[in-house]
């Protein structure tokens, strides 16, 4: 059983940047995609899809909201995934969470596929003030 470990949230100012990290333990997630979600603390509110990227072939998927501040990359050697977080806004405060799938690619509905979810991390607050 993988498990998981983000790091790297904080506090920041708006416009600033985090790099938040998801290390890996138990077995090499080399072929397995990996996202990053992240869920707000008002009532109600679901964890919605960031970014993911694919095992084999590495490709890259982002929310539209992202819109090009967010870069999420892997270091196979060190079995850890990044998320670089650029241009931080308030909006972007949440509760930041890793997820590695069974399979090796994200594909087009990779936030809408929980049945290849696998191991979840415990996930790091982000806070952006304005």
């Known amino acids: 059983q993988v498990q998981l470990v983000e790091s790297g949230g904080g506090l920041v100012q708006a416009g600033g940047s985090l790099r938040l990290s998801c290390a890996a333990s138990?077995?090499?997630?080399?072929?397995?995609?990996i996202a990053w979600f992240r869920q707000d603390q008002a009532p109600g509110s679901e964890r919605e899809g960031v970014?993911?990227?694919?095992?084999?072939?590495?490709?890259?998927y982002y929310a539209d909201f992202v819109e090009g501040r967010f870069t999420v990359s892997r270091d196979n050697a060190k079995n850890t995934i990044y998320l670089q977080m650029n241009n931080l806004k308030p909006e972007d405060t949440a509760v930041y969470y890793c997820?590695?799938?069974?399979?090796?690619?994200?594909?087009?509905?990779?936030?809408?596929?929980?049945?290849?979810?696998?191991?979840w991390g415990q996930g790091t607050q982000v806070t952006v003030s304005s």
């Open positions: 997820v590695s799938y069974t399979v090796g690619e994200c594909g087009s509905s990779w936030d809408l596929r929980t049945w290849d979810f696998g191991s």
């Open positions: 138990g077995r090499t997630l080399d072929y397995n995609a």
């Open positions: 970014a993911c990227i694919g095992g084999t072939r590495a490709h890259t």
